[in-house]
C-alpha cells in the first residue's frame, strides 16, 4: 500500500471508529464502542504507517540527491 493509501484508510477508519463509539454510547452497546476505539485505534497506526513510509521515501530520495550532488 502506498503512504497515501494507509493515510487515506486510516483517516476513514478513525472516523467510521469515532462514529461507532458515539453510537455505542448513546445506545449503551458497549460491544459497539468497544469495537469503535479498536476501529479508531487501527486507523491510527494506518496512518502513522502512512507517514512512516512517507518520511522513509524522502529520506532515500534526500540521500540520493545528496550522492547524485557530491558526483559518486
Same mark, same amino acid.
Given at each position: 500500500?502506498?503512504?497515501?493509501?494507509?493515510?487515506?484508510?486510516?483517516?476513514?477508519?478513525?472516523?467510521?471508529?469515532?462514529?461507532?463509539?458515539?453510537?455505542?454510547?448513546?445506545?449503551?452497546?458497549?460491544?459497539? #464502542? /468497544?469495537? !469503535?476505539?479498536?476501529? =479508531?485505534?487501527? &486507523?491510527? $497506526?494506518?496512518?502513522?504507517? %502512512? +507517514?512512516?513510509? #512517507? /518520511?522513509? !521515501?524522502?529520506?532515500? =530520495?534526500?540521500? &540520493?540527491? $545528496?550522492?547524485?550532488?557530491? %558526483? +559518486?
Amino acid at each position: 500500500m502506498s503512504d497515501t493509501n494507509d493515510k487515506v484508510r486510516g483517516s476513514g477508519n478513525e472516523a467510521v471508529g469515532n462514529v461507532k463509539q458515539a453510537v455505542g454510547q448513546v445506545t449503551g452497546n458497549e460491544n459497539m #464502542e /468497544a469495537e !469503535g476505539k479498536t476501529q =479508531e485505534t487501527k &486507523g491510527e $497506526a494506518q496512518q502513522a504507517l %502512512g +507517514h512512516a513510509k #512517507e /518520511a522513509i !521515501g524522502n529520506a532515500a =530520495e534526500s540521500l &540520493g540527491n $545528496a550522492i547524485k550532488g557530491s %558526483g +559518486h
